[in-house]
């Protein structure tokens, strides 16, 4: 009940196009959604988050959709450029549980120019 | 404002030693958690401090410990290492207020190779 599960695994996109990557849940007890963006010999950065009191919230070219019913978040990278070609992983906590923040496995996504 | 930093970045160990690993929050931060990254479980959380205490913690065996000082600064210990010790070992960082998106900050990992 504690996992979460995100897919794909992988992503090709092409430059300019869409990227959607998507999440599920099981923990109806989760109460915050968080997106992390990693590059190679980083560590993950925040991106956008999300509660479940609202639907979508966009940030520049990044979008989370919410659906508290599906139990189920998805992010939305608009206009996807090279740079953005990274692991992106999605989370989710509690906040009775403070910061034990649970992860997708990660997706991995490559924009080609 | 300077981000979380984590010492030492590189690390190789031999299994049955014991490491130490260390992170400065973000300066007013009073929370502080600690993940491990490996290709194969990904990141996952191993416990978190605030003021000093153990607030929550992963299912991680008792080798895996750490604490937190009066500055917010943690660290974490692994004793008697084994060989799928080797990861990413991450911490984050949060203002961790009340009423107060719980965002996490996360510094640049150290990598633990355990031979």
């Known amino acids: 009940q504690q996992q979460v599960k995100q897919s794909p695994q992988s992503l090709i996109v092409q430059k300019g196009g869409i990227s959607i990557i998507n999440c599920a849940y099981e923990?109806?007890?989760?109460?915050?959604f968080p997106w992390y963006q990693q590059f190679p010999g980083k560590g993950p950065a925040l991106l956008i988050a999300?509660?479940?009191?609202?639907s979508e919230k966009k940030e520049g070219r990044f979008t989370i959709s919410f659906n508290k019913s599906a139990k189920q978040f998805s992010l939305h990278i608009m206009d996807s450029q090279p740079g953005d070609s990274a692991t992106y992983f999605c989370a989710a906590s509690n906040h009775n549980q403070g910061g034990k923040l649970i992860f997708g496995q990660g997706t991995e996504l490559s924009v080609k120019p | 404002k300077a981000g979380v930093t984590q010492t030492p970045r590189y690390l190789i160990k031999t299994r049955g030693q014991q490491v130490t690993l260390s992170c400065s929050p973000i300066?007013?931060?009073?929370?502080v958690s600690w993940y491990q990254q490996t290709p194969g479980q990904g990141l996952q959380f191993l416990f978190e401090?605030?003021?000093?205490?153990?607030?929550n913690k992963g299912n991680f065996p008792g080798r895996f410990s750490g604490r937190q000082f009066s500055n917010s600064r943690s660290e974490m210990n692994v004793s008697t290492l084994e060989l799928g010790d080797s990861a990413l070992y991450l911490c984050a960082s949060s203002l961790a207020l009340a009423g107060v998106d719980y965002e996490q900050y996360f510094g640049p990992g150290t990598r633990l190779t355990v031979t």
């Open positions: 401090y605030f003021s000093e205490t153990q607030r």
């Open positions: 923990n109806t007890a989760f109460d915050y």
């Open positions: 300066s007013g931060h009073r929370s």
């Open positions: 999300i509660r479940p009191d609202v």
